[in-house]
């Protein structure tokens, strides 16, 4: 239902874009987002953008550098990666999450590599 892509080998301080598209049914309130997870650390917030209103919230350590956005009639989420340090380097998460009146159900993308090295 996530498809995500755009990851890559890019050198420091260089910018990558990645893309998730969701497909299927969609419940409308809903918020999408990336996580990421480098080897051996848990999966960490990058950010995440409402459909409603478009409101976005991102990890301490992206802000500034890294924008989301999302284009509703497509479904798709993009993270524009900017600036990026050895340290951005991790598998990257795609994150639908559907929020119903008593509980959110959450779906994953596959993840996506982004390698961050000279």
């Known amino acids: 239902q996530l498809q995500a892509s755009g990851g890559g080998l890019v050198q420091p301080g260089g910018p990558l874009r990645l893309s998730c598209a969701a497909s299927?049914?969609?419940?409308?309130?809903?918020?999408m987002g990336w996580y990421r997870q480098a080897p051996g650390k848990q999966r960490d917030l990058v950010a995440t953008?409402?459909?409603?209103?478009?409101?976005?919230n991102y990890g301490d350590s992206v802000k500034s550098r890294f924008t989301i956005s999302r284009d509703n009639a497509k479904n798709t989420v993009y993270l524009q990666m900017n600036s990026l340090k050895p340290e951005d380097t991790a598998v990257y998460y795609c994150?639908?999450?559907?929020?119903?009146?008593?509980?959110?159900?959450?779906?994953w993308g596959q993840g996506t590599e982004v390698t961050v090295s000279s």
């Open positions: 994150n639908l999450r559907e929020i119903y009146t008593t509980y959110v159900h959450d779906s």
């Open positions: 299927g049914s969609i419940f409308s309130n809903n918020v």
């Open positions: 953008i409402t459909r409603r209103g478009g409101i976005t």
